[in-house]
């Protein structure tokens, strides 16, 4: 509200802290809503913008939150140092903040990760070609949507566990092989945009398909904004072990549950079903345990195994889809790397000398660790 501008002003003003040597139009004898940065709607502050103003210090304490109608904060090409303060959380109507390019210290205030409307903007602003873009959202209590682009071929999980009828076109090597490379590249460009940015929801059907069954990646953020009580059976066959709570996924966790994904489109099986066979294993498990008893193609998807000369580069997507669900994080790689080799696969099916195929079975893997094809 405009009545807590007067505290931004002293604390904008003063020489101890926060140091700005003038703002022109910051003056108490002016209406605050006319101040240089400022917006109001009904007089209460909307927008604060100070970008580059040579703000020097640290952000004190008991000023921005009380800023509860503020829906955009920049304080970014400033000189501010120090812990962000604990009540930004309590600007419930935030929708964008830019502090870049200043010298803050210390942890994100784990508050600001409950902020609905910042997050929503956020994962509005992820625009890539291999992401399906937030058109529109509507948020309240008791509902929530969120507006996408059509996609009319629909998800990766209908075409894959659907009516699998004699009539039915199957998606043949060149179709998984291309969706796998589209879907990891779209999760690596959403890793991209931050040390701390995942997708949080990696499943087939959250991967949606053009006309021409290009991939693209869907739902992104969507377990931070419903809350707990989202299911986590819905996503249980996909992720990481070590994710206790599907609000706080790691760019590692998101890796597993794109291994699991991969293992998916290579053995044709769905990860959401409890036990894919009588021992009650997951599927990263039942895969493994195929793959060390040196039974490697049991584990591939029957209808992959009319297509010839492509063993090879099954057994090579499958090795990663193991390195990817690896049980500990430090063993899976980036969605980078992930991408990366996915392209190498792809270019040397591509090459006539790589398509000689092997008759000698898998060695086993050494007892604990992830086996090696």
């Not at 040579?54 to 109608?69: D, E, Q, Y």
């Not at 998916?264 to 099986?269: D, M, Q, R």
């Not at 793959?291 to 090879?312: G, K, P, S």
Request: proline content about 6%; overall charge negative; charged content about 20%.
């Amino acid at each position: 509200m405009a009545t807590v501008m007067p505290y931004v002003h002293a604390w904008v003003s003063r020489r101890e802290g926060v140091v700005r040597p003038a703002l022109p139009a910051w003056n108490s004898s002016t209406q605050t809503c006319q101040w240089q940065g400022v917006a109001c709607e009904n007089g209460r502050v909307v927008e604060l913008r100070l970008p580059g103003a040579g703000l020097m210090g640290a952000l004190p304490s008991g000023v921005l939150g009380n800023l509860t109608a503020l829906r955009t904060l920049s304080l970014r090409w400033n000189a501010l140092t120090g812990p962000i303060p604990d009540d930004v959380a309590r600007m419930t109507e935030l929708r964008a903040m830019y502090f870049q390019h200043n010298a803050f210290s210390g942890e994100v205030p784990a508050g600001l990760f409950t902020l609905k409307n910042l997050r929503i903007a956020a994962i509005g602003a992820v625009q890539h070609e291999l992401v399906v873009p937030l058109r529109a959202y509507y948020f309240s209590k008791d509902e929530k949507l969120l507006v996408y682009d059509y996609m009319s071929m629909g998800s990766l999980s209908a075409l894959l566990h659907g009516n699998r009828s004699s009539g039915r076109t199957p998606l043949d090597w060149e179709a998984r092989s291309a969706i796998a490379l589209s879907t990891a590249r779209g999760v690596a460009h959403i890793h991209s945009t931050g040390p701390t940015a995942s997708h949080g929801n990696i499943k087939s059907s959250n991967v949606l398909l053009t006309k021409s069954y290009e991939a693209r990646v869907s739902d992104h953020g969507l377990p931070t904004l419903v809350g707990p009580s989202f299911s986590p059976t819905r996503v249980s066959g996909y992720r990481a072990p070590e994710v206790t709570d599907i609000r706080r996924v790691s760019q590692k966790a998101d890796v597993y549950s794109f291994g699991v994904l991969l293992l998916e489109l290579l053995t044709g099986k769905a990860p959401t079903h409890a036990v894919v066979n009588e021992e009650g294993l997951d599927l990263p498990r039942w895969v493994q345990s195929v793959v060390r008893e040196e039974w490697t193609a049991e584990v591939f998807d029957q209808e992959l195994l009319r297509y010839q000369n492509v063993e090879e580069e099954m057994v090579q997507l499958l090795q990663l889809a193991i390195d990817c669900s690896a049980q500990h994080p430090d063993r899976r790689p980036s969605m980078s790397d992930a991408a990366a080799r996915i392209d190498e696969i792809r270019r040397s099916a591509s090459s006539p000398a790589q398509h000689a195929t092997t008759d000698s079975p898998a060695a086993p893997a050494p007892e604990g660790d992830e086996p090696s094809l």
